[in-house]
């Protein structure tokens, strides 16, 4: 099981099932500010959609594809971070993320990125990491823009949002150029 202190307030804790509700409740309760930029929401609609989501996310890390994290900030979960899926054949993936709207502003986002960044480098040995944003989306575009990765271009029309497609900015670490998490 994957669990990383970042700091005495704030730990990523590998998903398990008895999250569920936990993670429900948060999406839910926050589903007028996540709901701009993530289309999943509209699909989440109970506790077994979370546990869904969760069973998923268990089998990726079983299989060695990645995984995905609660964010825990003063014992509470504040929002979710994962890999998407680890490409070992290329050794990068892509880094996602979210937050609660109460969380958000206190750098929890940032500190939790660097982590698994650092972790990507330092543990898996990947050598590049990408985060894609919605164009649009500032807060999400300043978290890869504070950890110093590179603005690689733009992505027309990348996703699929409810009802128009929205632009991805993307930017990517290579392992080179990560300066690690002091120990």
């Not at 926050?30 to 609609?45: G, Q, V, Y």
């Amino acid at each position: 099981m994957f669990l990383h202190q970042i700091e005495e307030d704030l730990e990523l804790r590998l998903l398990q099932l008895y999250h569920a509700d936990e993670l429900f409740r948060l999406a839910d309760c926050n589903r007028p500010h996540l709901h701009k930029w993530l289309p999943w929401l509209d699909f989440t609609i109970s506790v077994t959609h979370a546990r869904d989501f969760i069973k998923t996310t268990l089998q990726q890390y079983a299989h060695n594809g990645g995984f995905k994290c609660g964010i825990w900030y003063n014992g509470e979960l504040a929002g979710l971070i994962g890999y998407h899926k680890i490409d070992w054949a290329n050794k990068n993936t892509n880094l996602e993320y979210w937050i609660g709207k109460s969380f958000s502003g206190k750098g929890i986002m940032t500190k939790a990125c660097r982590a698994m960044v650092d972790h990507s480098f330092t543990h898996l040995k990947l050598h590049r990491i990408e985060i894609r944003c919605a164009v649009e989306n500032k807060k999400s575009r300043a978290i890869p823009e504070r950890l110093g990765f590179v603005f690689e271009g733009i992505i027309r029309e990348a996703e699929w949002l409810y009802d128009h497609y929205v632009d991805h900015a993307v930017y990517g670490m290579l392992d080179r150029e990560w300066k690690p998490v002091n120990r």
